[in-house]
């Protein structure tokens, strides 16, 4: 079985911090890639940082140098650093996990942005 749960959303004004964590389950993450990804209203679900087992990062371009992913592979969890906040970062926030051709998504937990 696997299991993600989302943690650490919550209300911020612009320019703030704020650090989102992702608590997996099972014996399989140490050897899978893990994401983040963002959902707003009426809108399809983007990409927003990756990290694969060999600590390989990807950012999108709207994030990168004021979002950081990491991940430890003891306690079986991703986190996702974001600083410098910005109005259009508010969405619902994923975390999806990758192995062998399948994908696992989290519920997600709510960003939002706003003075």
């Known amino acids: 079985q696997v299991q993600l749960v989302e943690s650490g959303g919550g209300l911020v004004q612009p320019g703030g911090s704020l650090r989102l964590s992702c608590a997996a389950s099972?014996?399989?993450?140490?050897?899978?890639?893990m994401g983040w990804y963002r959902q707003a209203p009426g809108t399809q679900r983007e990409l927003v940082a990756t990290?694969?087992?060999?600590?390989?990062?990807n950012y999108a371009e709207s994030v990168k140098g004021r979002f950081t992913i990491s991940r430890d592979n003891v306690k079986n969890t991703v986190s996702l650093q974001m600083n410098s906040l910005k109005l259009e970062d508010t969405a619902v926030y994923y975390c999806?996990?990758?192995?062998?051709?399948?994908?696992?998504w989290g519920q997600g937990t709510q960003v939002t942005v706003s003075s």
């Open positions: 099972g014996s399989i993450f140490s050897m899978s890639a």
């Open positions: 999806q996990q990758f192995f062998r051709g399948r994908e696992y």
């Open positions: 990290i694969t087992p060999s600590l390989m990062t």
